[in-house]
């Protein structure tokens, strides 16, 4: 029974104090005046009277009513029921001036009557707010009405009522006014069931009303509020509040309604249940309080809106706008929401409570439904509510563990187990529950198993299984939600009916009657004496003894069951599970060959929670079968798998593997010697969850559960139990909970000396098992070595150097490092002693627990001075194990294999063992089938070249393959530290990460047995050689030189000399670099002759040099003329020189010396490096140009680096021209106004004329130029120009050949063309002057420069990526081919894409196949091309090397690529070294892979064109492999320049004292290309003078396989020394081996990731060479080339397809045929691809070019038409001559054709006909010269068109058709000799 109301207040306006700017209430009268013992009276109540503050008013304002809840200290609430009226009070300014000029401003305008609040407050705990506001207007009524009832009997009535808290409402009908008759009712026990039922109350003052209590207290009571809230906010709002008020986030509620405060709050609570909210709990906070909202604890608060503004600064509230709906969530604020599926059901279910017509809305004939009213709206939803607990905490009594039992029962719950069982562990929201305030109450409250239970725990117990079956069915869950929300409501109403009140009031109609006179002063003596009436009839009443029904809490269905057949364990087969028990049976059996196979399957299977549950199972067995003591081996194999089972266990330990484990660790052991056993713990320490606190409490008190349990079960059942499984069959009968339950219902009826007994009993239990986990403890936390402190808070692993026996693991301090917070524990690690942490550690453990379960403290203190011994003395042991441990031998671990090295490589530091681990790619690990071939274990080794490792598999099943990873040293882009946990030995170990651009990851583990220290050592090595000081610290200088020498000390000597050398390069020359340039191709160097003449005419070019005097005494002569003759003959030696020559822009021969009309000359301005340092010496400029005038024009071009020709196009002699972009002056004088008058010539005006005239010198050279006869006409332009040369990757039309000028600037400026492929769009932009000089330029350059109409040049801005764009595009190209880790992602494929594409390297590639496309079309339409971006050594080298690949069928030999890659990328400066980061200066500037970008342009063209190149893709491999790999000189420093500097320019043939060891690429490609046809492309069968026009479209690139590929059983095969004929011999040992057994099988398995695939499965080709090769040894015959074979066959081959008729095409031979087959359905496409007109303007440009023989030639179509293979036939040169027969025989014409591959001169009867008529080799010419006519010539000719050719043998007459022709002929002719 509890009193209705404490305390009655009145508080009115504080008169006396209302000079300061806010009012103050007081209180007037409270009754009782004394404090209640058991509820003093709350402290601030006037402040919650008027929340916003008191104020007075000028108008009166009706009444109002709302209740506050006030909190005391012992967390007791408070309800306060407010009832405020307005009194008129004198305005004090008329009486009291001087107190009105002294306080308030003088305001003329103040009224006169002022209204002053005054509250009726009623104090109680119980919260009943229609009762209280029906109390309260009673009394107001009393006053306001005057009745005759004493004002002062009503509020003693009010305070002397009583009623029961709960249980049904005890009902007393009391008289009206007679006290003493009231009182009597009043403590009459209920005469019937229907009294008993309700309470009747009254004031005295003819009211009549009805309380009922709820019939269980612990329910709370909610009336409408909560399905207000829902209304107020909608459904994901409040659920939004919900949860935040469960995972104590603050939350503040805003309406300008008081009372909605209060329900809203209320609401809140009552959703929570059965969760009390135990923190701050305001509903209504007044304003002048509001600094409350910055605490930093949880809260739940109502504030006025009128406050809002100052509620806006509040960074980490939730802001509930009750008034306008809306939930503000802060940013800083993360809610978690409730765990999926849960969340939804929540929803659907409340809004098919709220609003239950949604579901039939869209009902044709919807049904006709009433929704419930709200207060039964309100409960349903509490049912949802109440609905959601039950699954969220299904089975948490399972989870509860009993400590004591007596004299109070303490429970405690193992959360980790909870979340185990639920699979929730990673469920943010449940964590955070389980770990707040909230539900610990609700374990104190509802663990006890004794106790009365509620409707919450009848869910829990009976109705679990229901609510899980019904789940997915809506209808169903809302009739469980309609029964629950039935009992939630009758609870509240118990007696609906009986609901009557009678209450005076004031006249419904009429307007409430306002108050006269103000509220009166009460009589406090007749109120007291009700009061102290009351309590004296109290006192003499016999006590209300309300039996409370306590009794056994049901538990509930265990978890296990539940969540195994929700599926949410991990599906573990069976077949795994069988493996773990067969390993383990073989391995006690001691068969452990068998086990040592089952070893990885199992250590696998460990991943699933199935497979470590029973392993644990399985090792308990055996260790209750005695069979705990283990051989070393067993012993080691039982310490894998337990620590393979920790090592996936999370620090919490939910499925409490850890905990099975713990007893295990203590009871396996192997004996050492000496007498000493090591037991399993010291080898598993290394895992976090022994550095958890949460652990080893909720291990120790589930041990303490199961003591307490026995103890009570051998009292019990002592007379029972019969036979020695008697307390089994207990066990399962009673839980310990039920135990408990037993105990704590017998406990009143046991006398007191039993009682203390059991106290005492259960007290010594939980200290014995304290001092057990004491011992525990200490053995898991000591480490075996001691000796090394490893717990200080900055170890981590990295610096533990672990012993050499494997099984030694290195203690706790990683993981102690790791998880370093009060958890974790060791706080304070200035002690630097290991025993005194681990003491710490366990003393806090010892406190906790202890002070928990109720130790006294004389048992603590001696735990406490225990626990330092035990940590000693077990120290003490561990030292003697340690000692023995040292002395084991080692495990036999593999052999570690010696990888074979290159001639001339060295170990730097030889192999550490190491596991080489999985990375993101999957082939080798066997998850896309096949062998796991990694992780491997192996070691590594640091040569001067490479870092390569070999090791063997570790799965066993693959262990005799050997593994091998390497990659050059020098290609090395990262490196980083990574710790790794080794599958097998389940120890994280120290490893690196080591990225290379060769596309390889090696990610490393280094063994436990070497030192850190080493690791650190071979990491600066690496470092040291992958950038060395100087480049000549790289392998290709200092191969065959011992590496073991200093470094240092070489190169300093060398760059004295160098220093001095470069101040006087020409002086020295003769000594130093005369040297001829050993990777030239194989010319025979030119006659002395050839010398002479190329060394007079630099004579008379009278060259200067411009280099400051020298300052050592010699002085340099002003000319180069004698001293520098070597040097430049070598320079002209170089192989760009040749090329100039091929290209006829500048010849070096005798007979046909250089004619002033040639357009071009070779300048040697640059021959000392002076003009431009990154340009090589010898330059191809426009004729009329002088030399000074170009020393003058490279100042506008950055670096220096001014327009030069790089190539020029034999049909059109359209040029191609090559420079870096201008500077910014440049720029604007160049292009604003060229001809701007000025006041005097500045430099930059002189400057940029003599650059126009430089550009006009190049316009003019071009015969189309010259031919033009106007400047705006095209009639010059023959069809020979026009003609559409050229061959698409695939369809095209021609309707462009009409037009000729694509619009080139819109194209470039980034608009794609609309054509389905790469090329231009069909719509051109056609200017009236075709330009004869296109510059492409850099767009960000070109800003601001205008056209001017009369230049004939155009300047094409486009965008070019830059270096930094290409740097990032690599690094992600690079991590998109070789992933560091395994993607996570279901779909990896996809996912490789998606890396691919946000590479964007293929649209890098796109770009630059776009640009190089369009300027080969302008070459084409005779404009020539000058390419000006950047500093002219980057993508300008990328674009004019592709330009000339496509154009020139030359480059696409592989002599011809070697002279493209020698004359623009090398002698054109691009910066190698800076670019490949090569030595430590450049370390800064990072990889860039520009070279490798053009590698993969050109791969992409050899795809679409595969006939078109005579090198394979194998080629373009090598190449992209050694350009990094730093094995050659030839990819070494940044220009010509450096490379004379330096001296390895010319290397003397003499100077090679190893054979072995190739300076250069080429020659070792060359070296090689004679051996093998590895570099050949059988396919090759070029078209003559074939321009390529390749799609660069994204869709049209592949990704080259050069980036994924990877061959682990030999490393890269770019080193060929190290790959070749290594694999045969274990082929034939296994051969031997098969045939003893069986018949020996021809096939072979072949993995793609491992085999080399070119090996295992050659081409046929190959193979049939290869079977040449190998007869002919056999035979003894001496082994021809293959070249020789290759070609003698294909010869044949042409002959005998030539005996069949034409069309049909011969079979003999695999390789013609298949060419055949796919040129002709290359031709079969074009033909019926719809573009019909392409034959037909073929043919037409036939007839109309034969006038001049270079253009007369078969057209793309024809050739496919009518195509025979052609492959030697390379024509460089053909057209009709007349030959002189010989002696009497007349002149006839001939079809000619020179073949400079060939060195031939042929010539057949006709141009169809296919049969050679007769050859004259080239080599056999003397010379060529003009001729005469002689008897029989053909007439009407020109004499000059006669020329002779002088062989060994005779003399050839020729006559061509006019002189033009002849002095081509003649010109092409040398061109091949000078060649030659």
Not at 969 to 997: F, Y
Not at 1406 to 1414: D, E, I, M, N
Request: net charge negative; proline share 6%.
């Amino acid at each position: 029974m509890t009193r209705l109301a404490d305390y009655f207040v009145v508080v009115g306006y504080d008169l006396d104090k209302r000079g300061g700017s806010e009012g103050q209430g007081r209180i007037l009268q409270r009754f009782p005046e004394k404090d209640w013992e058991d509820n003093p009276f709350p402290q601030g109540l006037e402040l919650f009277c008027q929340p916003s503050g008191w104020q007075l008013d000028p108008e009166r304002k009706p009444p109002s009513f709302f209740v506050s809840v006030l909190t005391d200290i012992n967390s007791e609430r408070h309800y306060c029921a407010c009832f405020t009226f307005w009194e008129s009070v004198e305005n004090p300014q008329k009486g009291e001036p001087s107190e009105a000029d002294e306080d308030d401003s003088p305001d003329v305008l103040q009224p006169s009557q002022l209204y002053a609040p005054k509250s009726l407050v009623l104090v109680s705990r119980l919260d009943h707010t229609e009762v209280f506001r029906n109390c309260l207007s009673l009394i107001y009524n009393v006053h306001v009405d005057g009745l005759t009832v004493p004002m002062e009997t009503v509020i003693g009535n009010l305070l002397t009522c009583i009623i029961p808290t709960a249980g049904g409402s005890q009902t007393n009908d009391p008289p009206l006014c007679s006290l003493t008759d009231w009182l009597l009712g009043c403590f009459q026990p209920g005469q019937d069931d229907r009294e008993e039922s309700s309470r009747t109350i009254t004031l005295g003052a003819g009211d009549r009303q009805v309380i009922q209590t709820p019939i269980n207290d612990s329910l709370p009571v909610s009336g409408c509020s909560v399905a207000q809230l829902f209304r107020q906010l909608g459904i994901v709002n409040v659920l939004c509040l919900f949860c935040a008020a469960l995972t104590e986030h603050k939350i503040l509620f805003l309406s300008s309604s008081y009372q909605r405060l209060t329900d809203a709050c209320r609401a809140l609570l009552a959703i929570m249940f059965p969760l009390k909210y135990s923190f701050t709990y305001v509903p209504i906070l007044p304003g002048k309080l509001l600094e409350v909202l910055s605490t930093p604890t949880p809260f739940i608060i109502g504030v006025n809106s009128h406050f809002r503004s100052e509620t806006q600064e509040l960074l980490d509230v939730i802001i509930a706008d009750l008034d306008g709906g809306t939930v503000t969530i802060p940013e800083c604020v993360h809610i978690s929401l409730l765990p999926e599926p849960l969340l939804h059901h929540t929803q659907t279910v409340i809004s098919m409570v709220l609003d239950p017509e949604l579901e039939v809305a869209d009902h044709a004939f919807p049904p006709s439904s009433q929704p419930s009213s709200l207060k039964i709206q309100d409960k349903e939803i509490r049912a949802v509510f109440l609905w959601l607990f039950a699954q969220l905490f299904q089975g948490y009594r399972w989870c509860l563990h009993i400590i004591r039992i007596h004299p109070e029962p303490v429970i405690r719950f193992h959360k980790a187990a909870f979340l185990g069982q639920r699979a929730l562990a990673e469920d943010d929201f449940l964590m955070k529950v389980l770990d707040g305030m909230a539900f610990a109450g609700f374990v104190s409250e509802r663990g006890p198993p004794y106790r009365a239970t509620d409707l919450f725990d009848d869910l829990i117990a009976n109705q679990v299984e229901r609510i899980r079956q019904e789940t997915g069915d809506h209808h169903k869950v809302m009739k469980h939600v309609k029964e629950l929300a039935e009992q939630l409501y009758k609870n509240e109403n118990p007696y609906p009916a009986v609901a009557m009140h009678r209450v005076q009031r004031t006249a419904q109609n009429a307007q409430p009657r306002l108050p006269q006179t103000s509220f009166p002063q009460l009589d406090e003596v007749s109120v007291q004496l009700f009061i102290d009436h009351a309590a004296a009839k109290l006192r003499t009443a016999p006590p209300v003894v309300k039996a409370e029904l306590k009794g056994l809490v049901p538990t509930g269905p265990p978890l296990a069951d539940i969540v195994d057949r929700n599926g949410n364990v991990l599906a573990n087969s069976a077949r795994r599970l069988e493996v773990v028990r067969n390993c383990i049976t073989y391995i006690f059996d001691n068969k452990m060959l068998e086990a040592k196979k089952l070893m990885p399957a199992v250590l696998r299977a460990l991943k699933g929670r199935a497979a470590r549950v029973c392993l644990t199972q399985e090792l308990n067995l055996h260790v209750l079968q005695n069979r705990a003591v283990l051989d070393d081996q067993q012993f080691d194999y039982i310490i894998r798998m337990m620590n393979c089972t920790l090592q996936d266990c999370s620090h919490m330990d939910e499925h409490g593997i850890a905990a099975a484990l713990l007893p295990l660790v203590t009871a396996f052991c192997r004996k050492l010697g000496g007498g000493i056993t090591q037991f399993a713990y010291s080898c598993v320490q290394e895992h976090m969850v022994w550095t958890n606190m949460q652990f080893w409490e909720a291990m120790f008190y589930s041990d303490v559960q199961k003591h307490i349990r026995a103890l009570y079960l051998e009292n019990g059942e002592e007379g029972d139990t019969s036979g020695p499984d008697g307390e089994g069959v207990g066990g399962q009968q009673l839980s310990a909970l039920e135990l408990a339950s037993e105990q704590s219902r017998l406990w009143p009826t046991l006398s007191k000396e039993q009682q203390q007994e059991r106290v005492q009993k259960e007290e010594s239990t939980v200290f014995s098992q304290a001092i057990h986990y004491a011992n525990r403890m200490s053995y898991l936390l000591l480490p075996l070595d001691t000796s090394k402190n490893r717990l200080l808070r900055n170890t981590g692993l990295g610096d533990v150097e672990s012993v050499s026996n494997s099984y030694v693991t290195n203690s706790i301090a990683g993981s102690m490092a790791e998880s370093y917070d009060t958890e974790s524990g060791f706080e304070d690690a200035e002690s630097s002693d290991v025993a005194n942490s681990v003491v710490r550690f366990i003393n806090r453990f010892v406190d906790k627990v202890c002070n928990e379960s109720g130790v006294t403290n004389e048992h603590l203190k001696a735990l406490h001075t225990m626990i330092p011994d035990i940590v000693q003395m077990h120290i003490e042991t561990l030292d003697a194990v340690h000692r023995e441990s040292k002395r084991l031998p080692p495990i036999q671990k593999p052999k570690l294999l010696r990888p074979t090295l290159l001639p001339g490589e060295e170990f730097v530091m030889d192999g550490m063992r190491v596991h080489l681990i999985t990375d993101g790619r999957e082939e080798a690990t066997g998850a896309l089938g096949g062998p796991p071939l990694l992780p491997a274990e192996g070691a590594i080794f640091l040569s001067n070249y490479r870092l390569i490792f070999k090791g063997t598999p570790t799965d066993p099943l693959v262990g005799e393959q050997v593994v091998t990873r390497s990659f050059p040293i020098a290609s090395l882009t990262k490196e980083k530290r990574i710790s790794v946990n080794l599958p097998m030995d389940q120890l994280v170990q120290e490893g690196l990460q080591l990225r290379s651009c060769t596309f390889q990851l090696m990610k490393i583990a280094f063994d436990e047995e070497v030192a850190s220290d080493l690791a650190e050592v071979f990491r600066k090595h690496m470092h040291k050689l992958r950038y060395p000081q100087h480049v000549q610290g790289t392998f290709a200088f200092t191969v065959g030189q011992s590496a073991k020498l200093a470094v240092e000390h070489k190169t300093k000597d060398k760059n004295q000399s160098l220093k001095t050398l470069s101040r006087n390069l020409v002086k020295t020359a003769k000594r130093t670099i005369g040297r001829q340039y050993v990777t030239r191709k194989k010319y025979s160097p030119p006659t002395l002759e050839n010398r002479s003449s190329f060394q007079s005419e630099m004579d008379e070019d009278e060259i200067s040099v411009s280099e400051e005097p020298d300052q050592s005494s010699l002085t340099l002569s002003s000319t180069i003329r004698s001293s520098d003759r070597q040097t430049m003959s070598n320079v002209v030696e170089r192989a760009c020189c040749r090329d100039y020559q091929r290209l006829g822009l500048g010849t070096l021969s005798n007979s046909l010396t250089r004619s002033k009309n040639e357009p071009f000359r070779i300048s040697t301005v640059n021959r000392m490096y002076t003009v431009c340092r990154s340009y090589p010496g010898l330059l191809i400029v426009p004729q009329s140009i002088p030399d000074a005038t170009i020393q003058r024009i490279c100042r506008c071009y950055r670096q220096n680096r001014f327009p030069v020709v790089c190539w020029r196009n034999s049909r059109t002699k359209a040029v191609l021209l090559r420079s870096a972009g201008l500077h910014a002056k440049g720029v604007v004088g160049f292009f604003k106004s060229p001809n701007a008058p000025t006041a005097g010539p500045s430099q930059a005006d002189s400057t940029s004329l003599e650059q126009e005239k430089y550009l006009q010198a190049i316009i003019s050279s071009m015969p189309s130029y010259s031919e033009a006869s106007g400047r705006n006409t095209l009639s010059g332009f023959t069809s020979a120009h026009m003609s559409n040369s050229g061959k698409w990757g695939s369809i095209r039309g021609s309707g462009r050949l009409s037009t000729y000028n694509p619009d080139v600037g819109n194209r470039l400026a980034g608009k794609e063309s609309p054509q389905a492929n790469g090329g231009p769009s069909e719509t051109y932009f056609l200017r009236q002057q075709r330009a004869y000089l296109y510059i492409i330029g850099d767009k960000s350059q070109l800003k601001g420069g205008k056209q001017d109409s009369f230049q004939q040049w155009e300047v094409v801005p486009i965008e070019v990526f830059d270096v930094r764009q290409l740097k990032n595009s690599f690094k992600k190209l690079m991590k998109a081919c070789v992933p560091s880790a395994p993607n996570t992602e279901p779909n990896a494929n996809m996912t490789f894409h998606r890396c691919l594409e946000e590479s964007e390297w293929m649209n890098l590639l796109h770009k630059v196949l776009q640009v190089s496309v369009l300027v080969v079309e302008l070459l084409e339409t005779a404009s020539s091309v000058m390419v000006s971006l950047e500093d002219g050594w980057d993508v300008t080298t990328q674009v004019v090397s592709l330009v000339q690949l496509l154009s020139d069928p030359y480059y696409r030999t592989i002599d011809g690529f070697r002279l493209l890659v020698e004359k623009e990328w090398l002698s054109f400066g691009h910066r190698f070294s800076h670019r490949g980061a090569q030595t430590l200066a450049s370390q800064s500037s990072g990889f860039t892979p520009v070279f490798l970008q053009f590698l993969d342009c050109v791969h992409q063209i050899h795809l679409q064109f595969p006939m078109e190149f005579e090198f394979s893709q194998y080629y373009l491999k090598f190449l992209a492999y050694h350009y990094v790999s730093n094995r050659f000189r030839t990819f070494l420093l940044d220009s010509d320049y450096e490379r004379i500097e330096l001296g390895v320019l010319y290397e003397e043939k003499g100077e090679r004292k190893n054979p072995q060891v190739c300076k250069s690429v080429w020659d070792y490609i060359d070296r090689l290309n004679k051996k093998t046809p590895i570099f050949y492309n059988y396919m090759f069968s070029p078209e003559e003078e074939e321009v390529l026009k390749p799609y660069s479209f994204i869709s049209n690139l592949k990704v080259w396989d050069f980036y994924t590929e990877e061959t682990l059983s030999e490393g890269p095969s770019f080193d060929w020394e190290l790959v070749r004929g290594r694999p045969e011999k274990p082929q034939e040992e296994a051969g031997d081996r098969q045939e003893t057994t069986a018949p020996k099988s021809q096939r072979r398995i072949v993995w793609p990731c491992y085999d080399s695939l070119s090996k295992v499965l050659p081409d046929a080709i190959t193979k049939l060479l290869q079977d040449v090769q190998n007869l002919e040894t056999e035979l003894g015959q001496p082994m021809e080339k293959w070249k020789d074979t290759w070609d003698k066959i294909k010869m044949a081959q042409r002959v005998e397809s030539r005996l069949e008729s034409r069309h049909s095409f011969s079979s003999s031979l695999l390789m013609s045929s298949n060419l055949s087959h796919q040129r002709r359905s290359q031709g079969v496409y074009l033909q019926e691809s719809g573009v019909g007109s392409s034959i037909n303007l073929a043919l037409d440009c036939e007839v109309s070019a034969t006038s001049t023989p270079a253009a007369g030639r078969p057209s793309t179509s024809t050739l496919y038409s009518q195509f025979q293979s052609t492959e030697s036939e390379n024509r460089s040169f053909e057209g009709i001559l007349y030959k002189k027969g010989a002696l009497l025989k007349p002149w006839k014409p001939r079809w000619f054709v020179l073949d400079k591959t060939k060195h031939q001169l042929r010539y057949y009867e006709s141009r169809k006909d296919k049969e050679c008529k007769g050859v004259i080799d080239l080599a056999e010419v003397e010379s060529v010269f003009p001729g005469t006519p002689t008897m029989g010539a053909p007439k009407n000719i020109d004499d000059k068109a006669f020329f002779d050719l002088k062989t060994t043998k005779r003399v050839y007459n020729f006559c061509a058709q006019d002189n033009k022709n002849a002095q081509l002929w003649m010109d092409s002719i040398q061109s091949c000799l000078s060649d030659a």
